[in-house]
C-alpha cells in the first residue's frame, strides 16, 4: 500500500513548455485534489475531483488542465509553462464521507513535485 | 469565504520547553479544522483534527491542540519539545462543500539545543 505517489519529483521547465504531473493512490479514495505551495502562502488548491470523471476548479486554476481519466489517477497538465508557476506541487486523496465517520475527512498527501520554470 | 491565519511566521524554542503554535480560523458553521507538519523537503503530515464534541483533541508526537469557538482559535501545544519537532506546521480548515482544504501560511519551528 503505497498510499498518494506523485511523479516526478523534480522538474525544470524552460517559459512556454508543457508538462504533466502525475498523480496515483492505491487507497481507493473518491476525492482527489492539486495543490500547490509558494513561500509564505500555505497550499492553495488548483482543482479537485470528487469521483471520475468529474473536476472543478480550485482557488488558483488559471495555466492548469486536469484529467481524471479513472479512480486512481488524477494529472495535472501545464499547457504553457510560465515562470510563476514555479512551486512545489501537492496531490491528496480523501476517502468517501459517510458524514459521521470523521476519519473520512482526513486527505492523505503525496510527497510532492517541486517544479522550477525558467 | 473561509480563512486561516497563523500569526507566528517563525518561532524558536529551547528543547524541553512548552510550546503553543497560534491559529486564528474565519468560517461561519461549525468548522472542521486540522494541524499539519512537514518536515524539510517531505510531504505533509496530518497531527491530530476537530470536527466536533470534546474540544481538547490529542494527536500524534505528544500533540495536542484545543478548540475554542469564542475566539476562533485553534492552537496547537505540546508541553516538552524535542529536536525533531523542528519543521514547518500548517493549521487549515475544511470547506464542507468540495471537502478541500484552506491552510494558513505555516510557521516554521526551530528547535535549540
Known amino acids: 500500500n503505497a498510499g498518494v505517489t506523485q511523479t516526478p519529483k523534480f522538474q525544470v521547465l524552460k517559459t512556454g513548455q508543457s508538462m504533466t504531473l502525475q498523480c496515483a493512490q492505491d487507497?481507493?479514495?473518491?476525492?482527489m485534489y492539486w495543490y500547490r505551495q509558494d513561500p509564505g502562502m500555505g497550499l492553495r488548491l488548483i482543482y479537485y475531483?470528487?469521483?471520475?470523471?468529474?473536476?472543478d476548479k480550485g482557488e488558483v486554476p488559471n495555466g492548469y488542465n486536469v484529467s481524471r481519466l479513472n479512480k486512481r489517477e488524477f494529472s495535472l497538465r501545464l499547457e504553457s509553462a510560465a515562470p510563476s508557476q514555479t512551486s512545489v506541487y501537492f496531490c491528496?486523496?480523501?476517502?468517501?464521507?459517510?458524514?459521521?465517520?470523521?476519519?473520512?475527512?482526513?486527505?492523505?498527501f503525496g510527497p510532492g513535485t517541486r517544479l522550477t520554470v525558467t | 469565504a473561509q480563512s486561516v491565519t497563523q500569526p507566528d511566521i517563525h518561532i524558536t524554542v529551547s528543547e524541553g520547553a512548552s510550546l503553543e503554535l497560534r491559529c486564528n480560523y474565519s468560517?461561519?458553521?461549525?468548522?472542521?479544522l486540522f494541524w499539519y507538519v512537514q518536515s524539510p523537503g517531505q510531504g505533509l503530515q496530518l497531527l491530530l483534527k476537530?470536527?466536533?464534541?470534546?474540544?481538547l483533541v490529542q494527536g500524534i508526537k505528544g500533540f495536542e491542540a484545543e478548540f475554542k469557538r469564542s475566539q476562533s482559535s485553534f492552537n496547537l501545544r505540546k508541553p516538552s519539545v524535542h529536536w525533531s519537532d523542528a519543521a514547518e506546521y500548517f493549521c487549515?480548515?475544511?470547506?464542507?462543500?468540495?471537502?478541500?482544504?484552506?491552510f494558513g501560511s505555516g510557521t516554521r519551528l526551530q528547535v535549540q539545543p
Open positions: 476537530y470536527f466536533s464534541g470534546d474540544t
Open positions: 487549515a480548515i475544511m470547506d464542507t462543500g468540495r471537502r478541500a482544504l484552506t
Open positions: 468560517y461561519g458553521a461549525t468548522p472542521y
Open positions: 475531483s470528487a469521483s471520475e470523471g468529474t473536476t
Open positions: 491528496a486523496s480523501r476517502a468517501p464521507a459517510p458524514e459521521l465517520a470523521a476519519s473520512s475527512y482526513e486527505q492523505y
Open positions: 487507497m481507493n479514495h473518491n476525492s
